[in-house]
C-alpha cells in the first residue's frame, strides 16, 4: 500500500497560507529534503485553496532549471480534492469524484510511489481522522507573521501524534515528522 506523506511550511505562530516567506530558508539542505519527498512520490494530492496557488505559480517556472522543481511538479499525476472544481487546467489533474475518503483509500492501494500532500486544512483532518495520513512533516520557519491564530481554522479536529524523524536546518528550519496516532 502507498503512503500519503503531508509536508507543510508553517511559522512559529501557525501561518500556513502564501508561504513566500520561506524564500530565504529554501538553501541547498532544504532543496535536498524537498527532492528526496519528490523523488519518493508519484503523485500528490491537494485541496481547492492548495490547487488554486499552485496551479498559478508551476506552470509559469522554467522545468528546464533543475533548481525549481517545476518538471516535477508541472508533470506528476495531481489529485484534487474539490466539490467546485470541474475543470482543471493544471497538467495530469484530476479532481476526485465522490467520497474523499473511499477515493483516497483506493488511491492508496494502487500500485506506486507515496502520495505527497502539500498545506494542511480540511482535506488533511478528513484523511487524519479516517487514518489514511501516514506521515506529517511541518517545515517550522524561524518567522513570525503576526497572526492572531492559526491561519487555517480546525476547530473540530483534535490529533495526536508520535515523533518519527526531526531535521534541524544550518538556515533554522526545524521540519518535524510525526506520524498520527491511531484514535480509538
Same mark, same amino acid.
Request: net charge negative; glycine share 6%; hydrophobic share 40%.
Given at each position: &500500500? ?41 503523485? &500528490? ?8 496557488? &499552485? ?82 512533516? =511541518? ?17 473540530? =479536529? ?27
Amino acid at each position: &500500500m502507498r503512503k500519503l506523506v503531508n509536508s507543510t511550511y508553517i511559522t512559529l505562530d501557525g501561518v500556513i497560507e502564501n508561504p513566500m516567506w520561506t524564500s530565504p530558508y529554501f538553501d541547498e539542505e532544504a532543496r535536498g529534503l524537498a527532492s528526496e519527498q519528490t523523488d519518493e512520490a508519484d503523485a &500528490m494530492l491537494m485541496g481547492r485553496a492548495t490547487y488554486d496557488g &499552485m496551479s498559478v505559480a508551476w506552470p509559469q517556472q522554467d522545468e528546464n532549471d533543475p533548481n525549481t522543481g517545476a518538471a516535477y511538479f508541472n508533470n506528476v499525476k495531481k489529485y484534487v480534492a474539490s466539490t467546485t472544481l470541474t475543470n482543471p487546467t493544471w497538467k495530469n489533474t484530476e479532481v476526485l469524484q465522490g467520497d474523499l475518503v473511499e477515493a483516497v483509500t483506493a488511491l492508496k492501494a494502487q500500485q506506486g510511489k507515496n502520495i505527497i500532500q502539500y498545506g494542511f486544512g480540511s482535506v488533511t483532518a478528513q484523511l487524519i481522522r479516517a487514518g489514511l495520513v501516514d506521515e506529517v512533516r =511541518f517545515w517550522i520557519h524561524p518567522v513570525l507573521e503576526g497572526a492572531a491564530s492559526v491561519t487555517v481554522p480546525l476547530t473540530d =479536529f483534535k490529533a495526536s501524534f508520535d515523533l518519527v524523524d526531526t531535521r534541524v536546518h544550518k538556515s533554522g528550519v526545524i521540519v518535524a515528522s510525526y506520524r498520527p496516532k491511531a484514535t480509538a
